[in-house]
């Protein structure tokens, strides 16, 4: 039913139902997931191994530590309704992990973006997360929410892609009592309201036996529990990709249609996190022995950064230093015998 259609008697009528809702109403910025549809590629978009915390796409981290490789890309191949994915590839394969080796990606939410969400309480909320996947590897794989604040519990969740190669949405909804468990709803399960990592929302691709205890369908007190043992081992081939977009985890119990966001609000939101600035501080100074100023950031980042330099283009002698950064600039400033020239690029770092 269209928007302008919905009336006080269809409400009290009860013909207005839950799907109706969820695909025609406007329900405002929802989306806890940054970046969600991959748009955002602000350290670049071609293929790059995989180590450990390795970022490619904003705010969505690859991790790897067994004895094949992966490379982790910006892909334009996308479901009807989105432009990019993050795209994932085996390079060398490990056909057999040993107990504590892994493969997997996640984004971290800010602990502050989730108080809504009530954990720690009788309150708790469900959340569903909603996303898009694609590979030449079909079988089990598992998704999960890793909650560290407080005392740390898992939920683990079974999904099957079932066609090679073949863009599939999958819906996982998650009760804070999933597995008739009261860990959510007491307060083990608070979440701290600070700039810490309140969530990580993992999406996994090979796990040895350390880490595949966990249920489908269930938190767990035992924080490795990333994975079940009926998931694949997506690490045993050169022929396997792995493709994801559309990610969106929100609260309720239905997955609504994927915000999509404008890219100058996406960008914005990453960073928070990460940035690259070009310091259009090109300074020239007649007097006295150094020249400086400072590097604003676009927006206010999530903690003071760590900060480095790149792309120096500077007269003289010696390049500049990075002194006194903040969540809002960084100051900087070089010595000088004459008149000069510096320019560079800041990369700004304040990832979870």
């Not at 309150?123 to 030449?136: E, I, N, R, Y």
Request: hydrophobic share 30%.
């Amino acid at each position: 039913m269209p928007i302008s259609t919905i009336t006080a008697n269809s409400v009290a009528n009860n013909s207005l139902t839950t799907d109706q809702f969820a695909s025609t109403a406007v329900h405002g910025r929802r989306n806890l997931i940054i970046n969600g549809a991959m748009q955002v590629a602000q350290r670049g978009t071609s293929a790059v191994p995989v180590g450990s915390g390795t970022f490619r796409i904003d705010r969505f981290a690859l991790h790897k530590s067994n004895d094949g490789a992966y490379t982790v890309e910006q892909s334009t191949d996308a479901p009807t309704g989105f432009t990019a994915s993050l795209k994932a590839q085996v390079t060398t394969a490990d056909t057999s992990l040993s107990a504590a080796q892994y493969a997997y990606m996640y984004q971290a939410i800010e602990a502050q973006n989730l108080q809504h969400l009530k954990y720690g309480t009788s309150d708790a909320q469900t959340v569903t997360l909603s996303f898009w996947v694609k590979s030449s590897k079909t079988g089990v794989y598992t998704a999960s929410l890793y909650k560290q604040d407080t005392t740390s519990y898992m939920f683990t969740q079974e999904y099957t892609i079932s066609s090679a190669n073949t863009w599939e949405k999958k819906t996982i909804t998650v009760t804070p009592t999933a597995g008739g468990t009261s860990f959510i709803t007491t307060s083990g399960g608070a979440i701290a309201n600070d700039n810490g990592t309140g969530i990580f929302v993992n999406f996994n691709l090979a796990f040895g036996s350390t880490f595949n205890g966990g249920t489908s369908g269930s938190w767990s007190s035992t924080s490795a529990d990333y994975s079940t043992t009926n998931a694949v081992n997506w690490m045993d081939s050169t022929s396997n990709n792995f493709y994801l977009t559309g990610v969106q985890l929100e609260v309720g119990s239905t997955a609504t249609p994927f915000e999509h966001r404008s890219y100058g609000d996406e960008l914005a939101s990453c960073q928070r996190y990460y940035n690259n600035k070009s310091a259009g501080n090109q300074a020239r100074q007649n007097a006295g022995s150094e020249l400086g100023t400072n590097v604003v950031w676009p927006v206010t980042m999530r903690t003071s950064p760590s900060c480095s330099l790149a792309n120096v283009d500077s007269e003289g002698t010696g390049n500049p230093s990075l002194i006194r950064s903040t969540d809002s600039k960084v100051d900087w400033y070089k010595s000088r015998s004459s008149n000069e020239y510096v320019a560079f690029t800041v990369i700004a770092d304040a990832e979870l």
